[in-house]
């Protein structure tokens, strides 16, 4: 079946320094792929929606310079938290959709825990 | 705006007995679909079943069952027979028609254990 993979499952980083979280559809095209961010016991929040070729969409509140987002290939959507600080320690989780019609599934990843000490 | 509301943060059942987990959501949309998911303890996000609004049917999979009442705006799901696997955080979530993007809005989530 159809898989999304994310990488890394878990990076600590300092306070400050850039880090770079990778979802990448195996075996089909991806032409959205949407980022949540799920803090302990609480939900998942969708943070911003990225379609192939395009700026991403930030959903209200998020800051866009901060969490950069690109869309390179149908395959591949990368997360860059930009000098990270320790709030912005999450689990991070990605969602792929390989078309926009009735029978498309969507699919996650197994999610990046991010801790900034 | 879409919203879930999941008003049971943490339930209990016993292995081999029936659990039902609430959900409630509003939208002024006419075609969209309603989910539950399971997220184990290693976060893994899981599809449990899926709705579409358009159908009266109630859809089922296997021990995993849903009431949608689409007047009343809730979709609730029951588990039966439930298993010690079940034993999970389950998430109640939203979604425009598909060709309209396909991003999902989620509820609180429920925290299910399932005793032996």
């Known amino acids: 079946g159809a898989v999304v993979s994310q990488h890394p499952s878990w990076v600590i980083c300092k306070s400050g320094t850039s880090v770079k979280i990778e979802c990448r559809s195996l075996d089909f095209q991806a032409t959205t792929m949407f980022w949540y961010r799920q803090f302990p016991k609480q939900s998942l929040m969708l943070m911003a929606t990225s379609n192939e070729g395009s700026k991403a969409t930030y959903e209200q509140g998020v800051e866009k310079d901060k969490f950069l987002i690109n869309h390179a290939s149908l395959t591949l959507s990368t997360l860059t938290v930009t000098s990270a600080h320790p709030e912005d320690s999450s689990f991070y989780i990605c969602?792929?959709?390989?078309?926009?019609?009735?029978?498309?599934?969507?699919?996650f990843g197994n999610g990046t825990r991010l801790t900034v000490t | 705006a879409q919203t879930v509301t999941q008003s049971q943060p943490e339930m209990s059942v016993q292995e081999a007995e029936t659990v039902t987990l609430s959900c409630t959501y509003d939208t002024s949309e006419s075609n969209y679909y309603l989910f539950w998911y399971k997220q184990p303890p290693s976060r893994q996000m899981i599809l449990v079943i899926r709705?579409?609004?358009?159908?009266?049917q109630n859809a089922t999979e296997n021990r995993f069952s849903v009431n949608f009442q689409k007047a009343a705006k809730s979709f609730s799901l029951k588990i039966s027979d439930s298993q010690l696997g079940d034993t999970a955080m389950y998430f109640c979530?939203?979604?425009?028609?598909?060709?309209?993007?396909?991003?999902?809005?989620f509820g609180q989530g429920t925290e299910l254990s399932v005793k032996p």
């Open positions: 709705q579409e609004a358009y159908k009266q």
């Open positions: 969602s792929a959709i390989y078309r926009s019609s009735y029978n498309s599934p969507l699919h």
């Open positions: 979530a939203f979604m425009k028609a598909y060709n309209q993007g396909g991003k999902l809005i």
